[in-house]
């Protein structure tokens, strides 16, 4: 889905990525949806860490110091609990990463998303790095209900990056032969990069080389023409 800027900051976020998406689970009171953000942003940094499959609800019941019945009321099953978790990272995620460009169009917009998906890893959002790099390579070979689920929610980031180079392309802002969706890959490829060399050899410098290889990726395509305001 398409990813244009307009008035209202969620007015055109993706239905998996928007934060205000429709669960399947029934209205909550205020208290009972507090608690079961709490328990949410909890379980999040858990399986950042210890991936979606390390947890389950006797680790988070014990980590919370609650009874695992009183998680049974939330969560009727681990599979629950992992699709809970990976909708509440979504979440996070849009409010981290999306919302704050969704007033913005074209090329601006491109390079927001990535600036902000880069700053969201390097300030460690999640203590484990980027949760859907993480998530995506768990589960890319595990079929079932959470892979569906991170599935669509990375087709859809992809979208993003693909609507906004294709709506800067419509504005002469990036030049007509450059396929935007290749484009798009590239720059996910190198932000997952990034985060990848931050975890996995502690580089600190990471998100930074990731960052300047993207705009310079941008850089490359753009029209020799001024970006509109």
Not at 68 to 93: N, T, Y
Not at 136 to 148: K, M, N, Q, T
Not at 180 to 209: C, H, K, P, Y
Request: contains cysteine; charged residues 30%; hydrophobic residues 45%.
């Amino acid at each position: 889905m398409k990813m244009r800027a307009q008035p209202a900051a969620t007015a055109r976020l993706p239905r998996q990525l928007s934060a205000g998406a429709v669960r399947k689970h029934a209205p909550r009171r205020p208290h009972g949806l507090k608690t079961r953000r709490a328990i949410l942003r909890k379980a999040v940094n858990i399986a950042s860490l210890e991936g979606l499959e390390g947890l389950s609800i006797g680790k988070l019941a014990r980590a919370l110091r609650i009874s695992k019945s009183g998680l049974f009321a939330h969560f009727g099953s681990k599979e629950d609990l992992q699709c809970a978790v990976v909708d509440e990272a979504r979440d996070i995620f849009v409010e981290k990463v999306i919302r704050p460009a969704a007033r913005l169009r074209g090329l601006r917009l491109l390079r927001a998303l990535c600036q902000n998906w880069l700053t969201y890893g390097e300030q460690k959002t999640f203590p484990g790095g980027c949760f859907f790099s993480a998530a995506s390579l768990e589960f890319d070979d595990r079929p079932g209900a959470v892979r569906d689920r991170i599935v669509s929610l990375m087709k859809k980031w992809l979208g993003n990056l693909e609507h906004a180079a294709r709506d800067a392309q419509s504005a002469g802002e990036i030049r007509e032969d450059v396929d935007v969706r290749q484009l798009a890959f590239e720059i996910q490829a190198l932000a997952m990069g990034g985060n990848w060399s931050s975890r996995l050899f502690r580089d600190r410098t990471a998100f930074r080389s990731a960052k300047a290889a993207i705009l310079q990726r941008i850089q490359q395509v753009t029209a020799t023409v001024p970006s509109r305001k």
